[in-house]
């Protein structure tokens, strides 16, 4: 009778991941096609144990790159409320960030989304670094998480211009018209190098108002003002 994968203990992961490493021999190879048909394979509390080995072998010592290739791509498959959970603790871990984030991003669902939202949270109040916490907001823009608006408003008070710049953005493709008052704010008020951004995006933001009329009024007396304090600023 041969031996059902899915039955293998998570406790083998060690070794079958250093195995994998090596992708020059044929061992290295079917190492991970192994690892890969476990993972999969696995359902219930079995396939929770996995996740949870795989993302403790990432959070342990930094590994080759093909192992970290391949451990993050169990989990993004997966796809598993678990998976999700531990790729968000990554989020805050320099060396795994990135990698976790597009996980996230791969898995997608409320879930996923949820954690990039979280690791947004943590990365403002935790004031981290400019371009990482532009490409959480970039995320979970394109992701259209409402539930990220505020985040994403707060963000165009970014003292750095690319703060603002990924914000501006991400709220121009969230398409939520709760974000048009704090849009013509920027545009009247902010930053003289972000009125084309500003205006671009409630231009197309104009669309989702409740109501449409009323709205394009505004637009007009948008595009009419011209704001000539900036202009004379600039000048």
């Given at each position: 009778m041969q031996p059902n994968l899915a039955d293998v203990p998570p406790a083998e992961l060690d070794g079958l991941l250093e195995a994998s490493a090596d992708t020059t021999t044929p061992?290295?190879?079917v190492a991970r096609r192994v690892i890969a048909h476990i993972v999969r394979s696995a359902t219930g509390a079995?396939?929770?144990?996995?996740?949870?080995?795989?993302?403790?072998?990432l959070s342990a010592e930094p590994a080759e790159p093909a192992v970290q290739s391949l451990v993050l791509d169990l989990l993004r498959e997966g796809g598993t409320r678990e998976a999700v959970h531990n790729l968000e603790v990554l989020l805050v871990a320099p060396a795994w960030r990135e990698l976790a984030r597009m996980a996230l991003i791969a898995i997608g669902g409320p879930e996923?989304?949820?954690?990039?939202?979280h690791g947004l949270q943590a990365a403002i109040l935790g004031r981290g670094e400019t371009a990482w916490v532009d490409s959480l907001v970039y995320a979970l823009g394109h992701a259209r998480d409402a539930?990220?608006?505020p985040l994403m408003v707060q963000r165009l008070q970014a003292t750095e211009r690319s703060g603002a710049e990924a914000a501006i953005a991400a709220l121009r493709v969230l398409g939520d018209a709760r974000a048009i008052p704090p849009l013509e704010t920027v545009w009247r008020e902010g930053q003289p190098e972000l009125r084309d951004e500003?205006?671009?995006?409630?231009l197309d933001l104009a669309a989702h108002a409740p109501d449409p009329v009323a709205m394009a009024?505004?637009?007009?007396d948008w595009l009419a003002a011209g704001l000539p304090e900036?202009?004379?600023?600039a000048a």
């Open positions: 061992y290295g190879l079995r396939q929770a144990a996995w996740s949870q080995a795989l993302a403790d072998h996923a989304i949820g954690a990039l939202r539930e990220a608006l500003a205006m671009a995006a409630l009024t505004r637009v007009r900036h202009q004379h600023c």
